[in-house]
């Protein structure tokens, strides 16, 4: 890493920090609204689920364009929420998406992404 | 920039940039973006970490992760209550350690792997994701939540951008779960509000 890419990343921070501290360092956040705290306790599950569903379905070419994706990796994510809800076992599922992409793309099944 | 920056998903897409020469403003403008879903995460743990001292809460607030939040809000409905170090382990020693031993192995070995997405490494952030989302869906109201954010996610990133589509998903799938009646059995129901 360059001298330069040091001062990327403190820049970098200096726009992740304040997301990340605001609400925590904030006065009077345990005087919020019922409904407010029932919002906050549901952000977790979109935003993850936000998260993976972005991953998994949308493929964003080098000209910045978005398109839809299916493709093995679907399954993969299905396999590892359906372990982790029946077994309640993270590391299994993790290990049986990366066994089911990996295989899928070895046999040529699957694409390679670039 | 794994110390500094401590955001997976950040760097990723920093690292393409510089590559692809766009330029620094750029870079920090979906930078910003990327992680904006951080406020809301941190909106979320504020009320467990209401009696912790200012500092102590600054320091938190820079090891707060996808990750780290999963695991450590989980713990404290599980626990119904705040669990300062099992904040920090979730945080620390769970995701801050081994991300940076794991850039410097990295470094040091990366260019030996001729192939990483041969071996299927790039579906570990979606899989980690949805199994750490497993854990906080303790009835209806959090499927509703999980599945509409997912879907608004999607559909805004396929317009716009994945960044805006990640941060609109985290907004509207709430909303969407609010207004799923509560069932006063839900599981974990009475785990969910912060004990003093």
């Known amino acids: 890493m360059t001298t330069d890419l040091v001062l990327l990343a403190v820049l970098m921070f200096a726009v992740t920090y304040p997301s990340r501290a605001l609400a925590l360092l904030a006065p009077g956040i345990d005087r919020l609204p019922k409904v407010v705290l029932d919002y906050l306790q549901l952000v977790g599950p979109a935003v993850l689920t936000a998260l993976a569903a972005v991953s998994v379905m949308v493929v964003v070419s080098d000209d910045d364009v978005a398109s839809f994706h299916i493709g093995i990796e679907w399954v993969a994510v299905f396999v590892c929420l359906a372990i982790v809800a029946r077994k309640g076992n993270l590391l299994l599922g993790l290990v049986a998406a990366v066994g089911i992409v990996a295989i899928a793309r070895a046999i040529g099944l699957a694409a390679i992404p670039a | ?196």
């Open chain 2, 1 to 196: 920039m794994s110390v500094i920056v401590f955001a997976g998903a950040a760097q990723f897409a920093a690292v393409g940039y510089v590559a692809s020469g766009l330029p620094w403003p750029g870079i920090i403008l979906l930078t910003f973006l990327l992680n904006a879903r951080h406020l809301l995460y941190s909106a979320a743990l504020a009320p467990w970490f209401r009696d912790l001292p200012f500092a102590r809460r600054a320091v938190m607030a820079h090891v707060l992760t996808d990750e780290a939040f999963a695991l450590s809000i989980s713990h404290f409905r599980r626990l119904g209550r705040t669990d300062e170090w099992g904040y920090w382990v979730a945080a620390v020693a769970v995701t801050f350690i081994p991300w940076n031993l794991a850039t410097i192995a990295g470094v040091a070995l990366g260019a030996q792997i001729p192939d990483p997405a041969r071996l299927g490494i790039d579906i570990i952030f979606p899989a980690a994701m949805i199994g750490l989302a497993v854990g906080l869906i303790t009835g209806r109201r959090e499927l509703v939540a999980a599945i509409v954010g997912a879907g608004v996610a999607v559909a805004v990133a396929l317009v716009s951008s994945p960044s805006i589509g990640i941060v609109l998903g985290g907004l509207v799938g709430p909303l969407a779960g609010l207004l799923v009646p509560k069932a006063t059995t839900e599981a974990g129901d009475l785990a969910t509000e912060p004990q003093p």
